[in-house]
């Protein structure tokens, strides 16, 4: 497994993608796994905070992800337990607008089905944001019509909105979200980080 990290964090298949986004970056892979996980957070990718810091959802999305989830800072970023697997590693960058550039597929190709395979303990998915949806669910329908047939993938996978508060208004609009899903999804989190 070790290998594959460090694969990963020295990828600089993007560079050049990056080099010309308003943001001018460079690469940084953020790998947060290990093969013991229980729980996967299978998300999109960093955003800039994450990509200064190195630490994926150190930042108010990831407040409210955690909040979601029922759970600590300390019981999140404990990698034998919950492992953090987005469908690009690294910040994609802004485009002229401001707005998020989608995970570059190059990424997912080349890493994600290695790394899936060494999770190999997985009990409970969270498939955060449309993205992440296509990847893990083959669902082609909004994020809203995914999230409403929850239903249909727990207790094994739950798929969520993306927790940015650019989705405040998507949350207002769908109480059921907070009303049905999360008490269900909290308890099959603890009983997955505690079993």
């Known amino acids: 497994m070790s290998d594959l990290v460090n694969q990963i964090r020295s990828c600089r298949l993007c ?20 093969p013991s996980a229980r729980v996967l957070v299978a998300g999109q990718a960093p955003g800039l905070r994450v990509h200064a810091s190195g630490r994926p959802f150190d930042d108010p999305s990831g407040r409210r992800l955690r ?9 999140f970023y404990d990698k034998s337990r919950v492992a ?6 690294c910040f994609p960058g802004y485009d002229t607008r401001g707005a998020d550039l989608p995970p570059p597929r190059v990424c997912g190709e080349t890493w994600h089905d290695s790394v899936m395979d060494i999770l190999e303990n997985i009990e409970l998915t969270l498939v955060v944001g449309a993205h992440a949806h296509r990847y893990h669910l083959g669902t082609r329908q909004s994020v809203t019509e ?7 993938h727990a207790p094994k996978v739950f798929p969520l909105p993306h927790p940015s508060w650019r989705n405040t208004g998507w949350l207002k609009k769908n109480p059921w979200f907070e009303r049905d899903l999360l008490p269900e999804m909290r308890d099959r989190v603890q009983e997955v980080m505690n079993g």
């Open 15 to 34: 560079a050049a993608r990056f080099a010309v986004t308003e943001t001018a970056h460079e690469p940084r892979p953020v790998v947060w796994l290990h």
């Open 67 to 75: 909040a979601w989830m029922g759970l600590s800072e300390r019981e």
């Open 84 to 89: 953090i697997v987005p469908m690009a590693f």
């Open 146 to 152: 995914t999230v409403r047939t929850w239903r249909a």
